[in-house]
């Protein structure tokens, strides 16, 4: 399906950007400990950098991880009940994540909006550079939430018809 190759294009990309932003950060630390205990010159704006990084890594990676169903679960009850169950399940919770998401994606752009016009302390960069991660990722996880709830009520549909054949016979 069409709809698949975008969601891996996307995740594709969003994993790649993660997986820069960790090198960066690894980077610029190993250049950090350098410089303050090799050279004793601490460089004010890497801690900064190395933060900015942090935070869009993370917020990044925790879409991949909604995208690719990976995300933090405590499934231990849910794998006691039936499959139907389960799928229910799925579908209330990500319903959720999809709300807080968009929650997130709004507030985090009105955050960073207000903050434009203040600085960082080191890099002198506006402090949007902080909150647009929020309304970024929150954005992607909104949206492959959305993925996984049709997938879900698709596979829900599929059991209900599988149910309805097996009582035919």
Not at 28 to 36: A, S
Not at 59 to 75: E, Q, T, Y
């Amino acid at each position: 399906m069409k709809n698949h190759k975008i969601f891996h294009i996307l995740d594709v990309i969003l994993i790649t950007l993660s997986a820069l932003m960790l090198a960066s950060i690894a980077g610029l630390t190993i250049v950090q400990v350098f410089y303050r205990y090799i050279l004793n010159d601490a460089l004010a704006w890497s801690a900064e950098l190395t933060r900015i990084g942090f935070i869009w890594m993370t917020f990044i990676g925790s879409a991949v991880a909604i995208n690719r169903r990976r995300h933090l679960k405590i499934d231990t009850f849910v794998e006691l009940v039936p499959k139907k169950v389960q799928v229910l399940t799925d579908i209330f919770v990500h319903i959720l994540i999809l709300g807080i998401m968009i929650f997130l994606s709004i507030s985090g752009y009105e955050l960073g909006m207000r903050a434009i016009n203040t600085l960082t302390g080191s890099l002198r960069w506006p402090r949007t550079v902080f909150y647009l991660p929020l309304a970024i990722g929150a954005f992607f996880m909104a949206v492959f939430s959305m993925r996984v709830i049709s997938e879900d009520v698709f596979e829900l549909a599929q059991l209900k018809k599988n149910k309805a054949t097996e009582r035919e016979y």
